[in-house]
C-alpha cells in the first residue's frame, strides 16, 4: 500500500484548504522527507488527515465526535486521500458540514465515500461500510494500520526501559494483544459460573421431598372410588332431567293448543267483520271483466266529440275568408300601376346620371393626385421641422455632457481618498466578525455565569433541606430501634427455649436425612443386584477360560503342521525350479540343427539334442497339491486365532465387567457406610425393608417440626414488618446523603464554572478593545466614528461609499463616450437639414399648379348636376323600382294564398261532416252491445257498471286482505291439529307420576354431590399431577446435574490451563509468542540497519529482551546497556519488525514516524538518520515528523509548518508554500 497524495479542509489547527502530493516533486524524488515545525503547529494533523480519509477515526479523538477534529468556527471539513493499492489506485474522502453552511449550525451526519481513480467509478457503499472495503482492498483494518504505516518507534523505546509489569502493558497495547487477557478472564470466570450453577442444582435436588408410596397409593384408590361414584351420580341425573324435561315439554303443548284455539276465533271473527268489503271486491272483480269494451265505447265517444267541435270552427271560418281573399285582389291590382311608373322615371334620368358620373372621376382623380402632392409636402416639411429640433437637442446634449464631465473629475478629486477602500473592506468585515463571534463567546460565559450563580444558590438551599431531612429520618431511626427490642422481647418468649436457627436447620436436616434413607435403600437395592450380576459374570469368565485353554492346545498342533507342510512346500519348489531350468534347455536343444552352430556355445556338434526329454508335469502338480495343503493349515490356523481372540476379547469382557462390579460395589458399600455413619444408624446394606420402616417416622417428625416452625414465625412477622421499616428508613437516609452529596459536588462544580466564566470574559474583554481599536483606525481614515453597536450599518455605509466611488469612475468614462458621440451626430444632422430645405420648395411650387386644375374642373361639373351625387340619386330611384315591383308582388301572392285556404277549408268541412256520420254510428252499435251484456250480468246501465269500479289501491289492499285472513285461518288451523296430536304422543310415554317441583329439587342435591365429587377428585388429581411433576424434575434435575458437571469439569480444566482473575496466566504466554515472532521480524530489518546487532527473547523470561553484538564473538548483554544511538536503531526495527506483524502479506511502501527524535543528541541523531537513509534505499516512503531543528541539515526534502502572527500559519513543501490559517 502506498500513501499518494491527500487534500484536507478545515481539520484541527489547520483551517482553509491544503493539499500535499507524495508522487509528485520535490516528495516523491526524495522518498525521505521530514515534517517539521514547533509544537502545536499542526504537524500531526497530517497523519490524522490519512486516517480520517481512509477510516473516518483519529487516534487522538472520538471517532464519533467529529467536532473533535473539526476548526473551531467553520461550517464545513474534508480529508480526502489517494491511495495504491493492488496495482490499483483509489480515492477515498471523509467529509461534515453544518446545517445551512453555517458554522453555528447543527453537524449533519458523517458521508464517506470510495473512487477508483482510473475510471472514476464511485463504489455503491453506505458510509459505514467504506472502511470496511478499504480494509478489504488493502489488506489492513484501521489497528493494523497504525502499526504498519504509522510507525510507534518511541513506543518501543519505553519498552525496552521499562520493568516487567509496565513492560506487559506496553507490549499489549503495542500488538494489540489484548484480546488474550481477556480470553484468561473470561474463561476463570466461566469456570466459577459453572461450578455455582452446579452446585445450585445439588441445592434444588435436596430441598425436593417426594409422597411415601403408600401414601400415593391411598390418593390413587381414593380418586378411583370418587370417580365410579361421580358416574353413578351423572347417571342418576340424567334420568331425573329426562324426566323433568318431559313434564315441562306437556306444560308446553297444553299451553300451545289452547293459545292456538284462541287464534283460530279471533281469526274467524276478523273475517266476519270484513263480509261486505269482501262481497264489493267480488263485484269488482266483475266490473273488471267489462272494461275492454267500456274503454272502447268512451274512446270513439271522445272522438265524436272532438270532430263536432272542429265543425263548428270551420263553419265559422269560410265567410271570413271570402271577405279577405277580394280585398287582397284589389290591393294586388293598385301595386303593379305603382311598378310601371318607377321604372319609367328611371329610364328617362340615365343618359345625365353617367355624365356627370364622368366628370365626378376625373374630378376624384385630380383630387387624389393635389392630396397625394399635398402630404409628401406636409411629410417633407415635418422631417424637417424634427430635424430642426434634433439639431437643436443634440446641441444642448453636448453642451450638457461637458458640464457632467466637468462635475465628475471634480468630484473624483475631491474623494481621491476612497479609490483603495473597496479592496480593504474585507479587513473590516474581519474585525466585525471577530468582535461578533467575541460577544457570543461572552454571552455564552454570561450565560454560564448566571447559571452557575443559579446553581449555587439553589444547592445551599437544597443542602440545607437534606440536613433538616437527615435529622428527622435519625430521630425516626432512634423511635424504631426501640420498637425493635421491644418486639425482639415478644419473640424470644414465643420461641420458649428454643432458637429459630434451630428448628430451621432441623426442617433443612430431616428432608436431607429423608432423602439419605432413600439413597440407603437405593443403594441396598443397586448392591444385591449388582452381586446377582457379579455371580452370572464368574460364570462366564470360567467358561470363558476353559475354553480359551482348548482353542490354545489346538491352535499349537495347528502350528506345527503348518511349519511342516511349508518345508515339504519349499523342497518341491525347489525341484520345480530345478526341472524348468532343465526344460529351458530342452527348449533351446529342439531349436538346434544339424551342422549350424549353438547359439549359446557356438558348437557344430549337438550330442543332447537327440536323445530330449518329455516335460515335466508331475513335480508341478505336487508342488500345487502341496499349496493347497499351506492354504488349508493355515485358514484353519486363522479361524482357529479368531476363535482364539474372540474368547479372549469375551474373557477380558468378563473380567472387565466383573471388575468394575467390584468397584461399584465397593463404592456403593462405602457410600452406604458414609451416608449411615452420617445419619449415626446401624442398617446393613443387605437389609433394605429395615431402611424403608424408617422412613415414615422421619416424616412424622418433620410434619411435627414444621407447625413449630409455623407458629414461630407468626410471632415473628411483627419483627420482620419493623425490620423492613428500618431498612426503607436506612434507605431514605442513604438516598438523603447521596442528595446532599451530589448538590455539595454540583454547588462545588458551578463554583469553578463561575471561577473560569469570569476569567474568560476578562480575556474577551481585552481581546474586543483591542480589535475594537484596530477597526475605529480604519473607519477613521474613511471619516466615519467607528462604533461595535452599529457596525453593521457602518460596514454598509463603506459599502455604499465604495460602491458609489466605483459609480463615479465608471460615470466618467461613459460621459466621455457619450460626448464624442453627441458631437458626431451634431455635425451630421447639420448637413442633412440642408439637403431636406431645397427638397421641399420644390413640392410646394407643384401644389400651387396642381390646385387651379381641380378648382375649373369643379366649376364645369356643378354646371351640370349641381351639388347632387349621380350615384345616390340613380340609388333612390332603382330602389323606387324595386319596392314597387316588390310590394306588387307580395300583393299578388296574398289573393292567392287567401283563395287557396277558402278552398281547403271547404273541403275539410266536408270530410269532417262524412267521418262524424261514421262515428255516431260505431258509438250507438257499441253502446247497444255493451247494454246487451250488462243485462246478462243484472247491471242496469254502463253508468251503473262505473259505480262498481274501485280504486286500484283499494283493490289491492281488499285483496291483500282477503288472502292474508285465509292463510292465517289454514296455518291456524293445521298447528292445532299438530299440538293435538303431539300432546297424545308425549301422553303416552308416562315417564314419571312425580311433580316438576320434586323433579327439580332432585337435580339440584345430586348435582351439589356431583359438585363435591369432582372437588375431591380435582384435589386428589393435583396432588397426583404435583407428584408426578416433581418426579419429573427430580429425574431432569439429576441429568442436568450430570450434564452440568460434565462441562464444569471442562471449563475447570480450560480454566487451569489459561483461566486467571487478572488475565495475565494466558496474556503473558501469547506475548511470549508475540513477542518471539516480532523478534525474528525485527532481526530482519536490524541487519539492513546495521549488521552488528541481533534480538533475541532471555532464556527464563517471556519478556525481557537481550542485544547479540556479532562484533564481539556474539556476546550477549541487556537491552537496557544501550546507548542512545542502539536504542533508537533496536526500537526502529521492532516498529519495522511490528509494521510486517501487522500488515501480514501487504506491502507497505509509506511509513509515518510521529516521535522518538527530540531526546537524541547530534551523534545519535546521525546514526538514526543514517539508519532512516538506508530504510528509504529499499524503495519506501518515509516521513519523519518531529521538531529538532538538526534534521534540516541531513534531510533536504521538508515539509514545514511556521506559526505567523495572528493565528496564521504557512506550510512550505520545498519551493511551494501554502497559507493556512489556525484557530
Not at 85 to 100: F, G, H, L, M, P
Not at 669 to 675: D, G, N, V, Y
Not at 941 to 960: G, I, P, W
Not at 1130 to 1158: N, P, R
Request: with cysteine; net charge negative; aromatic share 4%.
Amino acid at each position: 500500500m502506498k500513501i499518494k497524495s491527500i487534500r484536507f479542509l478545515n481539520l484541527n489547527s489547520l483551517r482553509g484548504e491544503h493539499e500535499i502530493c507524495f508522487d509528485a516533486p520535490p516528495l516523491s524524488d526524495s522518498g525521505l522527507f521530514a515534517i517539521t515545525g514547533p509544537t502545536g503547529a499542526g504537524k500531526t494533523t497530517i497523519l490524522d488527515a490519512i486516517t480520517l480519509g481512509l477510516y473516518g477515526r483519529v487516534n487522538r479523538h472520538d471517532r464519533d465526535l467529529p467536532s473533535e477534529i473539526m476548526t473551531r468556527h467553520t461550517a464545513e471539513a474534508f480529508s480526502e486521500v489517494t491511495f495504491e493499492a493492488r496495482n490499483e489506485v483509489y480515492r477515498a474522502k471523509w467529509s461534515v458540514y453544518r446545517s445551512r453552511k453555517k458554522a453555528d449550525g447543527n453537524l449533519q451526519p458523517i458521508k464517506m465515500e470510495l473512487c477508483r481513480v482510473s475510471d472514476e467509478v464511485i463504489f455503491d457503499l453506505k458510509s459505514h461500510e467504506v472502511p470496511g472495503k478499504i480494509s478489504e482492498l488493502c489488506g489492513l483494518d484501521y489497528n493494523q494500520f497504525l502499526r504498519s504505516v504509522m510507525l510507534s518507534q518511541g513506543e518501543f523505546t519505553r519498552f525496552l526501559k521499562a520493568n516487567e509489569n509496565e513492560r506487559s502493558e506496553l507490549l499489549e497495547r503495542i500488538t494489540d494483544t489484548a484480546i488474550y487477557s481477556d480470553i484468561s478472564r473470561q474463561a476463570y470466570r466461566r469456570a466459577a459460573a459453572e461450578k455455582n450453577a452446579l452446585n445450585q442444582l445439588r441445592s434444588e435436588l435436596s430441598g425436593q421431598a417426594l409422597l411415601a408410596p403408600e401414601l400415593l397409593t391411598e390418593y390413587e384408590t381414593s380418586l378411583e372410588s370418587l370417580r365410579q361414584q361421580e358416574t353413578l351420580l351423572k347417571t342418576s341425573r340424567t334420568e331425573t332431567e329426562n324426566q323433568l324435561t318431559w313434564l315441562k315439554n306437556l306444560q308446553k303443548l297444553s299451553e300451545k293448543k289452547e293459545q292456538t284455539q284462541r287464534a283460530l276465533v279471533e281469526l274467524e271473527e276478523n273475517a266476519g267483520r270484513y263480509k261486505t268489503e269482501f262481497e264489493r271486491l267480488e263485484q269488482h272483480k266483475i266490473a273488471v271483466t267489462f272494461r275492454p269494451e267500456l274503454v272502447k265505447l268512451e274512446r270513439e265517444e271522445k272522438l265524436l266529440t272532438d270532430l263536432q267541435t272542429q265543425q263548428e270552427k270551420l263553419t265559422l271560418q269560410i265567410p271570413e275568408l271570402k271577405a279577405q281573399s277580394e280585398t287582397a285582389q284589389k290591393q294586388a291590382t293598385a301595386a303593379k300601376a305603382g311598378q310601371e311608373a318607377a321604372e319609367k322615371t328611371l329610364k328617362e334620368i340615365t343618359p345625365l346620371l353617367d355624365s356627370v358620373l364622368q366628370k365626378d372621376s376625373e374630378l376624384e382623380s385630380l383630387r387624389r393626385q393635389f392630396q397625394k402632392n399635398k402630404e409628401a409636402y406636409q411629410s417633407a416639411k415635418n422631417v424637417f421641422d424634427t430635424g430642426v429640433a434634433e439639431v437643436e437637442t443634440h446641441r444642448k446634449t453636448v453642451a450638457q455632457l461637458i458640464q457632467n464631465l466637468a462635475d465628475l473629475q471634480h468630484w473624483l478629486q475631491e474623494h481621491a481618498a476612497e479609490k483603495e477602500l473597496s479592496s480593504e473592506l474585507p479587513v473590516f468585515e474581519r474585525y466585525l466578525k471577530d468582535l461578533q463571534e467575541i460577544i457570543a463567546d461572552g454571552q455564552k460565559w454570561k450565560k454560564e455565569k448566571t447559571s452557575a450563580t443559579e446553581i449555587i444558590q439553589g444547592t445551599k438551599l437544597q443542602l440545607q433541606t437534606s440536613e433538616e431531612k437527615l435529622a428527622a429520618l435519625q430521630h425516626q431511626k432512634q423511635e424504631l430501634e426501640v420498637a425493635l427490642a421491644e418486639n425482639q422481647t415478644i419473640l424470644d418468649a414465643a420461641l420458649a427455649g428454643t432458637s429459630e436457627p434451630e428448628l430451621e436447620n432441623a426442617l433443612q436436616e430431616l428432608p436431607h436425612q429423608m432423602n439419605q434413607l432413600e439413597k440407603l435403600r437405593q443403594l441396598a437395592l443397586q448392591f444385591g443386584t449388582v452381586a446377582e450380576k457379579s455371580e452370572k459374570l464368574q460364570e462366564q469368565k470360567t467358561l470363558a477360560a476353559n475354553g480359551l485353554k482348548t482353542l490354545e492346545t489346538t491352535l499349537a498342533e495347528l502350528l506345527e503342521k503348518h511349519t511342516a507342510a511349508r518345508e515339504i512346500l519349499k523342497q518341491y519348489q525347489e525341484i520345480l525350479e530345478f526341472q524348468l531350468q532343465v526344460q529351458h534347455y530342452e527348449e533351446a536343444r529342439q531349436q538346434l540343427k544339424p551342422d549350424c552352430e549353438c547359439p549359446l556355445c557356438g558348437s557344430l556338434e549337438h550330442p543332447f539334442a537327440q536323445n530330449l526329454t518329455p516335460k515335466l508335469t508331475d513335480a508341478t502338480e505336487k508342488r500345487n497339491a502341496q499349496q493347497k495343503t499351506v492354504a488349508d493349515l493355515e485358514q484353519k490356523r486363522s479361524q482357529a486365532a479368531s476363535e482364539l481372540a474372540v474368547i479372549q476379547a469375551n474373557l477380558k469382557t468378563a473380567e472387565n465387567a466383573l471388575q468394575e462390579n467390584e468397584q461399584l460395589q465397593t463404592a456403593l458399600q462405602t457410600e452406604f457406610s458414609e451416608i449411615n455413619q452420617q445419619l449415626q444408624n446401624q442398617f446393613s446394606i443387605a437389609d433394605a425393608a429395615a431402611i424403608s420402616t424408617e422412613i415414615p417416622g422421619k416424616q412424622e417428625e418433620l410434619q411435627a417440626k414444621k407447625q413449630k416452625l409455623e407458629k414461630v414465625r407468626q410471632a415473628r412477622n411483627q419483627a420482620q414488618v419493623l425490620t423492613e421499616k428500618q431498612y426503607r428508613l436506612q434507605n431514605e437516609m442513604v438516598s438523603q446523603t447521596a442528595i446532599k452529596e451530589q448538590a455539595s459536588e454540583r454547588k462545588q462544580h458551578a463554583e469553578q464554572t463561575l471561577q473560569k466564566a469570569e476569567a474568560e470574559l476578562l480575556d474577551l474583554q481585552e481581546q474586543y478593545t483591542n480589535i475594537a481599536a484596530e477597526a475605529a483606525s480604519f473607519t477613521m481614515r474613511f471619516g466615519f466614528t467607528f462604533s461595535a453597536e452599529k457596525g453593521s450599518v457602518l460596514l454598509q455605509e463603506l459599502k455604499q461609499q465604495a460602491q458609489t466611488y466605483a459609480q463615479q469612475t465608471e460615470a466618467l468614462q461613459q460621459t466621455q463616450l457619450r460626448l464624442t458621440e453627441a458631437e458626431g451626430k451634431l455635425q451630421k444632422t447639420e448637413a442633412t437639414q440642408q439637403q431636406k430645405q431645397t427638397q421641399l420648395d420644390a413640392l410646394q411650387q407643384q401644389l400651387r399648379v396642381e390646385h387651379q386644375e381641380l378648382q375649373d374642373l369643379k366649376t364645369e361639373r356643378e354646371k351640370l348636376f349641381g351639388q347632387k351625387n349621380p350615384l345616390e340619386e340613380r340609388a333612390l330611384l332603382t330602389k323606387a323600382c324595386e319596392t314597387k315591383a316588390k310590394e306588387a308582388e307580395d300583393a299578388q301572392n296574398a289573393a292567392r294564398n287567401l283563395l287557396e285556404k277558402l278552398n281547403l277549408t271547404e273541403t275539410q268541412l266536408a270530410r269532417l261532416n262524412q267521418d262524424a256520420t261514421l262515428i255516431q254510428e260505431t258509438v250507438q252499435q257499441l253502446q247497444s252491445e255493451l247494454e246487451t251484456k250488462l243485462a246478462a250480468q243484472k247491471i242496469i246501465s254502463v253508468a251503473a257498471l262505473k259505480q262498481l269500479f274501485l280504486a286500484d289501491e283499494e283493490a289491492v289492499r281488499l285483496t291483500n286482505l282477503q288472502t292474508q285472513l285465509e292463510k292465517l285461518l289454514t296455518e291456524t288451523r293445521q298447528t292445532l291439529a299438530d299440538t293435538i296430536a303431539e300432546l297424545k304422543t308425549e301422553e303416552t310415554k308416562n315417564l314419571t307420576s312425580e311433580t316438576v317441583a320434586f323433579l327439580t329439587e332432585k337435580l339440584l342435591q345430586t348435582d351439589h354431590e356431583i359438585s363435591e365429587a369432582n372437588q375431591q377428585i380435582g384435589s386428589i388429581t393435583q396432588i397426583l399431577k404435583r407428584e408426578k411433576e416433581l418426579q419429573g424434575k427430580h429425574q431432569e434435575l439429576a441429568q442436568r446435574i450430570s450434564k452440568q458437571q460434565k462441562e464444569a469439569e471442562r471449563w475447570e480444566r480450560l480454566s487451569e490451563l489459561i483461566g486467571s482473575e487478572s488475565g495475565k496466566k494466558f496474556s503473558k504466554f501469547a506475548q511470549g509468542l508475540t513477542l518471539a515472532k516480532l523478534v525474528m521480524l525485527a532481526n530482519r530489518h536490524l541487519l539492513k540497519l546495521n549488521d552488528r546487532y541481533l534480538l533475541q527473547k532471555a532464556p527464563n523470561s517471556d519478556l525481557e529482551l537481550q542485544m547479540i553484538d556479532t562484533y564481539q564473538a556474539d556476546a550477549v548483554r541487556s537491552v537496557n546497556t544501550l546507548s542512545g544511538g542502539e536504542s533508537f536503531l533496536v526500537s526502529l526495527a521492532l516498529a519495522l519488525g511490528l509494521s510486517d506483524l501487522a500488515s501480514h502479506k501487504t506491502q507497505i511502501d509509506s511509513l509515518f514516524i510521529d516521535e522518538g527524535f527530540g531526546t537524541l543528541d547530534a551523534e545519535t541523531l546521525d546514526i538514526a538518520i543514517t539508519a532512516l537513509e538506508n530504510l528509504q534505499a529499499s524503495g519506501k516512503m518515509i516521513g519523519i515528523i518531529s521538531h529538532v531543528e538538526a534534521l534540516k541539515e541531513r534531510i533536504s526534502t521538508q515539509i514545514q509548518v511556521k506559526k505567523l502572527s495572528g493565528g496564521v500559519s504557512k506550510i512550505e513543501v520545498s519551493a511551494y508554500t501554502y497559507d493556512a490559517v489556525f484557530a
